[in-house]
Structures are given as structure tokens and as C-alpha cells.
């Protein structure tokens, strides 16, 4: 079993939909949760992230977590055809004595918004 | 800032051919990764560095990898001999503790990429 999993997608909707995408992870270790948005023939970007369990909205995208299930999620109300990208989620344990830990990718899920 | 910045951005070359793909990171960062991607197996930890030792290679596919972190600004990823199996985009992000919002995530930046194709 890989330590993420991501709903592999391709996933195609029309522009103003409301989307979900989602993860689930084996290592009861992660703390932060985030979400990573690539744009075709581009490196991956921070999108934004969570600490812990709960909800963090920011615009159109709320991102959600819940350990005790270890599943996570990211939500995309509104679409647009400039959210058309590849989503991937990343979780982990945060750093150690000031040096950083790797992240885990999951696999990637890639989204069109049609217009 | 001018981000992390890959060096060469396309690649060609032919199989048994030597490859050094370069990244410089950004400025005060103390951690540099470098990952591999294909569409069948998404993003692959490579190796990472932090402050310039090699912490994990345990992804490097083969001895036919190496990389190397000569000091904070730069680092290389060589492949010899190189196979048609190794064409891929190659990324290479860093990251920092005191990062964007000094919180205590690890946030990598990563560059643009170089994509390789072993002919």
C-alpha cells in the first residue's frame, strides 16, 4: 500500500461546478496537509495547506482533513477554467531541529473546467 | 527573487550518453530535492539534501544516478549512461524552515523543470 493515495482522475466539469478531490495516507505521523497545484509544463505550486484536522477556506477552495479517517480533502466551489491543472496532495510531519523532512506526493489528479 | 533555477531546461540526447541536469536554489534556503516525473508513476522523491548532505537517496532508481550538493547554491544530477527509461521531467525544489510565512511546514519551491529524453 503506498503511504498516499490520490483519486487518480482525469476529472471534467463544466466552468461554475463545485469540486472535490481527494486523498487518503497510511502514516499517522503527518501534522500538515498540503495541497500543490501544476499547471501544464510547470513546476508544482503550494496552493495552501492545513495543520491537523479541520477546514481552511481561502477564496473559492476550502481544504479539509480528518485524521481518524486519514482521508483529505480539496474543494473547489465555482470553478474556473484557470483551475484547470493537475492537484496533488502532499502530506507530512513538519520539521525536525530546523531541517526539513520529504514530502509525499500522491499521484495526482488532473482537473479540466470546461467553459 | 528569482526562484530556483534549472538548468537546461530540454534535453536530447542519446542512450549510453552522460546527462548533469543543474539546479541552483533559492537564495537561504537550506534543503534542495530533487524529483522525477513520468505520467505512470506521477512525482518521485529523487534525494534530498539539507545544508548540503545527502539525507535520503533511497529513491535514486540506480547507480546510474548520482547527485551531488558542492555547496548552497548549486547542485547536479547526473545520470550515466542514460536510457530511453529515464526520459522524464526532472524537478528540483527547495525549501527553507523560516520559509514564507515561518511556519513550521515544509513548503518547497520548485523550478521549471528540465525534460529529458533519451532517444
Known amino acids: 500500500q503506498k503511504e498516499v493515495e490520490q483519486d487518480p482522475g482525469p476529472l471534467s466539469v463544466p466552468e461554475g461546478a463545485i469540486v472535490s478531490l481527494n486523498c487518503t495516507y497510511s502514516n499517522s505521523a503527518f501534522q500538515y496537509f498540503m495541497w500543490y497545484r501544476q499547471y501544464s509544463r510547470k513546476g508544482p505550486e503550494l496552493l495552501m495547506y492545513t495543520y491537523s484536522s479541520g477546514n481552511k477556506e481561502d477564496g473559492r477552495f476550502t481544504a479539509q482533513v480528518d485524521k481518524s479517517s486519514k482521508y483529505i480533502s480539496l474543494f473547489i466551489r465555482d470553478s474556473q477554467p484557470s483551475d484547470s491543472a493537475t492537484y496533488l496532495c502532499a502530506p507530512e510531519e513538519g520539521f525536525s531541529s530546523g531541517s526539513a523532512r520529504q514530502l509525499t506526493f500522491g499521484s495526482g489528479t488532473q482537473l479540466t473546467v470546461l467553459p | ?119
Not at chain 2, 3 to 15: A, D, L, N, Y
Not at chain 2, 41 to 48: S, W
Not at chain 2, 57 to 62: V, Y
Request: charged content about 20%; overall charge neutral.
Open chain 2, 1 to 119: 527573487d528569482a526562484g530556483v533555477i534549472q538548468s537546461p531546461r530540454h534535453e536530447v540526447t542519446e542512450m549510453g550518453q552522460e546527462v548533469t541536469l543543474r539546479c541552483k536554489p533559492i537564495s537561504g534556503h537550506n534543503s534542495l530535492f530533487w524529483y522525477r516525473q513520468t505520467m505512470m508513476r506521477g512525482l518521485e522523491l529523487l534525494i534530498y539534501f539539507n545544508n548540503n548532505v545527502p539525507i535520503d537517496d533511497s529513491g535514486m532508481p540506480e547507480d546510474r544516478f548520482s547527485a551531488k550538493m558542492p555547496n548552497a547554491s548549486f547542485s547536479t544530477l547526473k545520470i550515466q549512461p542514460s536510457e530511453p527509461r529515464d526520459s522524464a521531467v526532472y524537478f528540483c525544489a527547495s525549501s527553507s524552515p523560516t520559509g514564507v510565512d515561518r511556519g513550521k511546514h515544509n513548503e518547497q519551491f520548485f523550478g521549471p523543470g528540465t525534460r529529458l529524453t533519451v532517444l
